[in-house]
């Protein structure tokens, strides 16, 4: 049974203030995904991370940063909020070896 | 930058009617994969297919690899209104998800 969970699932915040989004997965898996998503479009790939300590940026530009202090934990945060920032993120995790994705149930962030 | 299209976009059907939706890419891929995502919800993963040419089958639906490993199809045999959903194709390049632009269906009773 695949569980990775993201929290808050819906967010609305004013422009301005820094907001985390929690990302945990109790497999184990060393992999693990930020992607953003707008609504009925594809996944952007924004960070992804392949161990503690290891953070890289993904295709799509983002003024997001993560961190992965803990294998099982990857969260996203954003210092400063902005309007272009709503949108959906999704979090997901593999191990190595396996190339498909479990994926959390997202976030939906709406910036006033 | 590798590009993964679908066709089509958008897709109305009644229950009962047979489908195609397309994945076309000008880049060669290790392997594909096909995820639904239902609204408020993430992708969850429905086949991966490995082999050029290879056909797999997951009851009425039914997943192709082309023989370039290039492009990849997914069919639906007699629909039905829980097979509604965002059909995202995925093709993997450096141990990274590429993913295609997505098809939403929508099947009505």
């Known amino acids: 049974e695949a569980d990775i969970y993201q929290t808050p699932r819906y967010l609305v915040i004013g422009t301005g203030k820094k907001i985390t989004l929690e990302c945990s997965q109790t497999?184990?898996?060393?992999?693990m995904y930020w992607y953003q998503q707008d609504p009925g479009m594809e996944l952007h790939l924004i960070h992804y991370?392949?161990?503690?300590?290891?953070?890289e940026k993904g295709d799509l530009s983002s003024e997001s940063t993560v961190s992965r202090i803990r294998t099982e934990h990857f969260p996203l945060t954003l210092e400063s909020a902005r309007p272009s920032h709503t949108s959906q993120y999704l979090c997901a995790s593999s191990s190595w070896g396996r190339e498909w994705q479990y994926f959390g149930p997202g976030t939906r962030l709406t910036v006033t | 930058t590798q590009l993964l299209e679908q066709s089509p976009q958008f897709l109305s059907i009644q229950e009962g009617e047979n489908l195609t939706v397309y994945c076309n890419s000008s880049?060669?891929?290790?392997?594909l994969q096909w995820y639904r995502q239902e609204p408020g919800e993430g992708p969850v993963l429905l086949v991966t297919v490995v082999t050029g040419g290879e056909v797999k089958k997951l009851k009425r639906l039914t997943f192709q690899f082309g023989d370039a490993r290039k492009d990849s199809s997914l069919h639906i045999t007699a629909a039905q209104p829980g097979d509604t959903g965002l059909y995202l194709c995925a093709g993997v390049a450096a141990d990274k998800l590429i993913f295609g632009t997505g098809t939403r269906l929508q099947v009505f009773p």
């Open positions: 880049s060669v891929f290790s392997s």
């Open positions: 991370s392949y161990g503690v300590n290891s953070t």
């Open positions: 497999m184990g898996h060393d992999k």
